[in-house]
């Protein structure tokens, strides 16, 4: 299994370093690995197969073997590639399917994407702010930035918990600081208009 192993490594090789960059001989490794087992090599086969060859249904079946055994990042993609069809038909509850599993492996942007599906009643799924809440709270804990911006919201206008300005401040900022663009416009907003600091023009339009 270490040889297998062994694949990967010559597959990022040749994938990653441009005095030898050859994504020929990187598929070649992966799919050696990928054959042999090694999960790893799964996930960077379908992403080679997606990024580079534009091979969306091959990226597709490798993403699955990986996320079948366990595979946070591939989960992940999956919920993607069902999300926005990227070489499969968009199927959200699939993409529903797929998040949940990532975010029961630890994925962090996951559940804000659970979150916004159901918020939102995107692809025509039911709305649920109850569920979107209890997304946008996990990927907020574990340091996401969306799903801090996206609580934050919750927060601010009081949906489906009470309102806390200054709740939704902090979160924000938290956000932000990872340079998310929502949540500098939504800090801004909250100086321009004063809601739960004081009015400061000079740090809204920063």
Not at 27 to 40: I, N, S, T
Not at 57 to 84: H, I, M, R, T
């Amino acid at each position: 299994f270490g040889q297998a192993r062994a694949f990967c490594e010559l597959g990022e090789m040749y994938r990653d370093y441009p005095n030898i960059k050859n994504m020929e001989l990187s598929e070649r490794y992966f799919l050696e690995g990928a054959k042999a087992g090694v999960q790893k090599c799964q996930r960077e086969l379908g992403y080679l197969y997606k990024n580079h060859f534009e091979k969306h249904e091959e990226s597709v079946k490798w993403l699955k073997v990986a996320a079948a055994q366990g595979d946070v990042d591939a989960n992940y993609s999956l919920g993607l590639a069902y999300d926005f069809g990227y070489g499969v038909e968009v199927d959200v509850y699939r993409a529903i399917d797929y998040y949940e599993q990532a975010t029961k492996l630890g994925s962090d942007i996951s559940p804000a994407n659970l979150g916004y599906i159901y918020e939102t009643g995107k692809h025509g799924t039911t709305i649920n702010n109850r569920k979107a809440l209890h997304y946008y709270e996990i990927s907020a804990k574990r340091n996401n930035p969306q799903g801090m911006n996206n609580l934050a919201t919750f927060y601010r206008y009081g949906i489906e918990v009470q309102q806390d300005l200054r709740k939704a401040f902090v979160l924000y900022t938290n956000s932000a600081k990872a340079n998310n663009e929502f949540a500098l416009n939504n800090l801004a907003n909250m100086y321009l208009n004063a809601e739960g600091v004081q009015q400061d023009y000079g740090k809204a339009f920063e």
